[in-house]
């Protein structure tokens, strides 16, 4: 059969958190199955399973090494797959689980936070001769020298869309909410469900803290045109689907929704002004030790150049991107670099494109409930501050009224 007819599913650790829950999504594939849709279904480590290894980790050694770490993750995934698997064969559907090894999904070698060079499909095409569901471990990769990689957070999402792409099948994300909305509905009661985004919009949410879809995934699907479509495991309630374009009718919002991105770290530090040496210098080590760097804003002053930037504060093998930033600008530089904790609040929209004086709303929000902002950054359809850790939920909330996001 042609790939290209299957359909590509994913379900996220708290949808695969509890025996019962894997044997309810085994219930929900089969009525697909039943009906001769053949299934490549990727799945997540249970509920917390990422953590509780990690912890496990740091039980029985201080030093965790990167490749190591990476053998440990990914048997997470691996879990869920087969016991996804047992429950779907137990519903007498035929199902068989695969890895990223017997998959050839192959990845760059940087652990812990590993790309997708290709992939093989070879094995699944010869499955769905056998099989009505291939259950995937998703999250994982394999390096060209054959040792197991992950794909950092949210990389079970990266691996369906990757097996879609490479398919050229359709991709279902499922997760416990509905949907995209235009604000976390987990902060902001009635926050509205959005039936369409766009790919860009997507994009940015993505990457700025909503956590219905990895970037990566959503950047994937972009390239490949994969469709995809975001629902909840839990309730046959409709979904959201992103596309390229929206519909021509459909009247284009000046800002499809707000976001927050917590665990942002704010660096800022002074040094002796050497011109730009100073900052290729400084972003080429951070770059070289896997640091994610976001603002950047810089000013001279004579002899001195005052430097500010933030990161994401997420695990660098086996290590926080905090201390490893911290040790770079000391090692680079020699100084000591004043250190904050933030949150990044972003609007999204394509309509910014064609609308005049969504900034001066923007800020005139926030300055009116007393937010004050650490960095901006802005593109197209976006405007994203910076501001201090506490003041995160207030500058939330005012976008959302100013721009009419709840219901």
């Not at 894997?22 to 490549?40: D, F, P, S, W, Y």
């Amino acid at each position: 059969m042609s790939l290209s007819k299957i359909i590509v599913q994913k379900y996220g650790g708290s949808s695969v958190s509890t025996p019962e829950k894997i044997k309810n999504i085994a219930e929900k594939v089969k009525k697909r199955a039943l009906n001769g849709q053949k299934m490549a279904v990727v799945v997540s480590a249970m509920g917390k399973t990422t953590d509780a290894l990690l912890q496990l980790a740091g039980e029985v050694a201080s030093y965790l090494t990167p490749r190591e770490i990476d053998m440990l993750l990914a048997t997470g995934e691996q879990m869920t797959s087969a016991l996804l698997a047992l429950a779907l064969n137990d519903k007498r559907v035929p199902a068989v689980s695969r890895n990223a090894f017997q998959l050839g999904i192959v990845t760059s070698d940087n652990y812990s936070n590993a790309r997708i060079v290709d992939m093989n499909l070879k094995q699944l095409e010869e499955d769905f001769k056998t099989y009505d569901v291939v259950v995937i471990a998703g999250f994982q990769g394999i390096t060209e020298d054959g040792n197991l990689t992950t794909l950092g957070r949210g990389g079970s999402d990266t691996s369906a869309v990757a097996v879609a792409a490479k398919a050229g099948a359709t991709c279902e994300i499922y997760s416990d909410v509905a949907g995209v909305y235009a604000a976390d509905p987990n902060l902001i009661k009635g926050a509205k469900k959005l039936d369409v985004i766009t790919y860009d919009e997507m994009l940015e949410f993505a990457a700025l803290g909503a956590k219905v879809l990895h970037s990566r995934a959503v950047e994937l699907a972009k390239i490949y045109n994969v469709t995809l479509y975001c629902g909840s495991t839990f309730s046959e309630e409709k979904g959201t689907f992103i596309v390229k374009n929206l519909p021509e009718w459909l009247e284009h919002p000046v800002v499809t929704g707000v976001t927050m991105a917590r665990k942002q770290i704010k660096f800022s530090l002074v040094c002796k002004n050497d011109g730009d040496d100073v900052l290729s210098k400084l972003f080429h080590a951070l770059a070289e030790n896997y640091v994610n760097v976001d603002m950047i804003s810089t000013t001279a002053d004579g002899e001195e150049i005052f430097i500010t930037f933030s990161i994401i504060d997420a695990p660098i093998g086996g290590h926080s991107a905090r201390k490893t930033a911290i040790e770079t600008v000391k090692n680079c530089l020699g100084v000591e670099p004043d250190v904050e904790p933030a949150v990044k609040v972003s609007a999204v929209g394509v309509g910014m494109n064609s609308a005049s004086g969504v900034a001066a709303r923007y800020f005139d929000a926030l300055n009116k409930c007393g937010v004050k902002i650490l960095g901006v950054t802005t593109s197209e359809i976006k405007i994203s501050v910076l501001v201090r850790a506490e003041q995160g939920e207030t500058a939330l909330k005012s976008l959302v009224n100013e721009f009419g996001l709840s219901k």
